[in-house]
């Protein structure tokens, strides 16, 4: 019984370990997308560097409505 589960085992590995690296990619490239957001933001209203999370998001809030 057990050799006849194993190519099923090993396949049922190889796939997670695909979904794993497609998981652990995305984080990534969300990492990268989000810092180089903020470092526009910072760049372009110097001020927020100075504002917490919260304080940030209501001055945004201000500045587009």
């Known amino acids: 019984l057990m050799h006849t589960l194993f190519p099923y085992t090993t396949l049922f590995r190889s796939l997670e370990q695909a979904e794993n690296r497609n998981r652990k990619k995305e984080r990534a490239e969300r990492n990268h997308r989000l810092i180089v957001e903020g470092a526009i933001l ?3 209203l ?4 100075t504002m917490d999370f919260t304080d940030i998001e ?3 809030r201000g500045k587009l409505n």
Do not use: F, H, V
């Not at 110097?46 to 560097?49: A, T």
């Open 58 to 60: 209501g001055y945004l």
């Open 46 to 49: 110097p001020e927020i560097k």
């Open 42 to 44: 910072e760049k372009l």
